[in-house]
């Protein structure tokens, strides 16, 4: 994994506390875009770049937004190498990736060094880099696709948004919930490295996870009848479960397929005009199962599960319209 200490790269790996829990790193770049000039960083087309990675989830959300909305044309990207090694996220001509156009950079962490020289901390994707001023923007996911959906909204090709002015507070709420005990829970279960740590993360995760199928038992999507910011959120893990997270990370009371309604909205989200496209699932295995030694040390990547993503599900008996229009 690596990070900069001072702006010199090491291996450095990240380290459990006392109880062997995973800790989670503040992002440190937290700037915005803003539809004016407020920031510094006005949302003009052409202007950013966004470096990202198919294998992340983090990464994944604001990959699906820039798809949803239609800002692919406004905003460009590459795309690093699902093999994380003793380097870090780097650069390839592989399938599926694209490399830097901006400075022809070999390593992300090049990136990092271009906007604080003396920088300290992880280097992790996604990047928004603002040409003009020629630094990052903004590095933490969340922040990042509610710049692509409010901010950038002007530049948006299709009328629609993921952050509907009658579900705002109920989306933040959701993402909140579903953030501490799913989407990092996966990683407090992999990552923990002693046994009441890992316990502790996977109760709390199956927990959150019996929570949210009887919710969608009810309802299409976790904040009612349109897909929101909220739903991106939680489909990039579900995505990744049983592919990954529930042998890798040993987070295996059940499988997203043992889950009657979990498993049919997976499939509801995937099966959307423009997403599995955007769906990597070889960058997804390749990343975790090779960029783990400590995890997974022999690197090999299973070859399966079976893929139910493309099966029928019964979603759409909830009826009402896919998406919000854009007030």
Request: charged share 25%.
């Amino acid at each position: 994994m690596g990070m900069l200490i001072d702006g010199v790269w090491t291996t450095k790996r990240y380290e459990p506390d006392e109880a062997g829990k995973f800790v989670r790193e503040q992002s440190q770049f937290r700037d915005r875009v803003t539809a004016g000039d407020s920031s510094g960083h006005p949302a003009v087309a052409g202007r950013y770049h966004l470096y990202v990675a198919h294998a992340c989830p983090w990464v994944h959300r604001t990959l699906l937004a820039r798809g949803l909305l239609g800002l692919e044309q406004a905003i460009s990207i590459s795309v690093v190498d699902p093999f994380m090694g003793d380097d870090g996220w780097a650069f390839t001509d592989r399938d599926g990736c694209v490399p830097d156009p901006i400075f022809g950079a070999r390593f992300l962490r090049s990136i990092y060094l271009r906007a604080d020289p003396g920088y300290s901390g992880r280097v992790t994707v996604p990047v928004l880099w603002d040409r003009e001023r020629a630094t990052i923007v903004c590095n933490e996911s969340r922040e990042l696709l509610r710049m692509l959906d409010v901010e950038f909204a002007a530049l948006h090709t299709r009328p629609i948004t993921l952050f509907p002015e009658p579900l705002q507070r109920r989306v933040d709420r959701t993402i909140d919930q579903i953030y501490e005990p799913i989407n990092n829970g996966v990683y407090k279960a992999g990552f923990a490295t002693q046994q009441a740590a890992y316990e502790e993360a996977v109760r709390e995760l199956f927990a959150a996870l019996d929570h949210w199928d009887g919710v969608l038992a009810e309802q299409r999507f976790l904040c009612g009848d349109v897909v929101t910011e909220a739903d991106l959120c939680l489909f990039t893990t579900l995505l990744r479960f049983d592919p990954v997270y529930h042998g890798h990370f040993k987070c295996n009371l059940r499988r997203i397929v043992d889950y009657p309604h979990l498993s049919g909205y997976l499939r509801d989200l995937y099966q959307l005009p423009g997403v599995a496209e955007l769906c990597r699932l070889d960058h997804i295995k390749e990343h975790y199962y090779r960029s783990h030694p400590h995890v997974n040390p022999t690197r090999i990547v299973p070859l399966g599960p079976i893929s139910t993503l493309e099966q029928a599900h019964d979603r759409g008996r909830f009826g009402g319209e896919l998406f919000a229009p854009k007030s």
